[in-house]
């Protein structure tokens, strides 16, 4: 199946980023790609960049921690925090920067816009389909941050990452 049909990204109003993807497999498992760190450090970055470390505490006000190192070896600290997990078909967290402690740190910290909010809220939600899973990732990010597009272009580069991961499953 050709890419551009599996994937795509709707705006939102002002309200945030909506990546739809379909994914030839079971709900269970790319659930578990979501959650599992073991397969997040396989796919957990968009292309060119990869993910050296990863921690998940799967349980609401559990700590979801990576690291992205872009190209030019530059680390980016994420961190997440579960407020909502329906397996295998809900994922919901607050997501922020971090440091390599997992320490929440402003936006800035990583060069970011000053209009870029500290946290914002990521809703996951995974339905089957056909015998296929329909994800679809929600991020809060408004229309008035300079880095929205960026943020859109990255999850659809993950998503895409994510399937090649589904196929080697």
């Not at 760190?37 to 960049?49: E, K, S, Y």
């Not at 990583?110 to 995974?126: I, K, Q, R, W």
């Not at 990732?137 to 990452?161: D, K």
């Amino acid at each position: 199946m050709d890419a551009k049909s599996d994937s795509f990204a709707v705006p939102a109003a002002d309200t945030g980023i909506v990546v739809t993807r379909v994914f030839d497999a079971p709900r269970a498992l790319v659930f578990r790609a979501w959650t599992d760190p073991v397969h997040l450090m396989r796919w957990w970055a968009p292309q060119g960049c990869t993910t050296p470390h990863c921690t998940v505490d799967l349980r609401v006000g559990g700590r979801f921690h990576y690291c992205m190192r872009l190209p030019d070896g530059r680390d980016i600290w994420g961190l997440g925090i579960y407020r909502e997990i329906v397996a295998p078909s809900r994922l919901v967290y607050i997501d922020s920067f971090a440091d390599a402690d997992g320490n929440p740190v402003p936006p800035a910290h990583y060069g970011m816009s000053a209009g870029h909010p500290a946290e914002t809220l990521v809703t996951v939600n995974f339905e089957e389909q056909d015998g296929k899973t329909r994800a679809t990732v929600h991020h809060a990010i408004p229309v008035s941050v300079e880095e929205r597009g960026g943020a859109e272009q990255g999850w659809t580069e993950m998503l895409e990452r994510l399937a090649t991961e589904l196929q080697q499953a």
